[in-house]
């Protein structure tokens, strides 16, 4: 599944609750109970789709209209699509995922309680009554679009959180077990010319550096701790952690350096071809760090598993989209969010069956403003 990279949106009509103002922009004539895609013989209306695709796009614009500015939509990615056109597609696909996902709750025997119910209704509401007539029209929203919309987020939800609660959680010590090593590498990179061409390093300036890595080798034999050895020559310490299918990223030739000391004790010089590492084992079980990886595996289980299921869920659906009527959907006018909330108030990596419905402690100041029109 190909996720939106602007991730899971919390609350996503919280966010805009406190609308001043929005955008005027072109709706268009499409009605909002047109359906645009069918899936198992289920409609998904013109208004959900449209009010999903306008709320990711004022996150995006949000978050990355500073960095790529006006023309971010018409970037191109590929010989035949946009940014804005790949990221419809993906806006699409997830559409499809929230429809079908939703279609297995009985499954898992999930549905709202009474409070999100009203917690979702309570925000429609509160959206509708906070927008003036070009706003709500311009998100493609109506009090029953939000409705929907939230209620399908929230079920979604909590039947992928039921789907990773069977995931095997028993993860083995020697499958997460964590050695942690220091190390400092000298490197043999070459030098940049005046010109910015690279310069390799001579075979005299390559020896010259493998002197300075036994020099940091020979300084802790003399009695100096490691760390001190090596920022003496003004260079930093680094650290890694490594296990069982878990390399850290490390050169292979690090690693098996690295296996072969024993807590406390200092590597030979480990020749790559990007320079020469000296290595100290901190710890040869480190439990933080196994904790760390212990979780990591827990986490891609439960995704393996949630992914393993919608695909299989979704190799069963019919699924038929009206493309005449989804391409009424565009990012052609800007929209943009000023808050006094951070994006990292506003969007997470996971959403929780407390995410997805308003809360008060969720509700920002928002306002959506066109910044096209004079």
Known sequence: MKKNVSKKIVG??????????????????VNLNTPVAVVNDENVSFGVAKF???????????YYGSLFGDNMWDQTLSADMTFGESTLENILEEIKEMYIVNQHADEYEI??????????????????????????????????VIIEYLTKFTLQ???EAAIKAGADTNVADEDAAQRTFSYVLVSTAGTTDETGKT???????????????????DAVAGGKDFDTAVTDTERSVSTASYGKDDDAGMNEAVIAAADALQEGEISPIVETDGGYYVLKLTSAFDQEQTENRRQEIITQRQTTLYEDTYTKWKDASKVSVDNKVWKKITFKDKLSMVSN?????????????EDTTADDSTTNQQTIEDTTKE
């Open 111 to 144: 549905t709202l309680s009474d409070e999100e119910k009203s917690k979702i209704e309570e925000t429609a509401k509160q959206f509708m009554a906070d927008n003036n007539a070009d706003a709500i029209e311009s998100m493609g929203a109506s009090e029953e």
């Open 12 to 29: 996503i009509a919280t966010t805009l609750l406190a609308c001043a103002s929005m955008i005027t922009g072109c709706a268009g004539s």
């Open 341 to 353: 909330a951070t994006m990292d108030d506003i969007i997470t990596e996971d959403t929780t069956t």
């Open 199 to 217: 310069v390799d390093l001579t075979d005299e300036e390559k020896a010259a550096k493998k002197e300075e890595a036994q020099a940091i080798i």
């Open 157 to 159: 939800g909590k039947i």
């Open 52 to 62: 999903y695709a306008k709320t990711q796009q004022v996150m995006y614009e949000s």
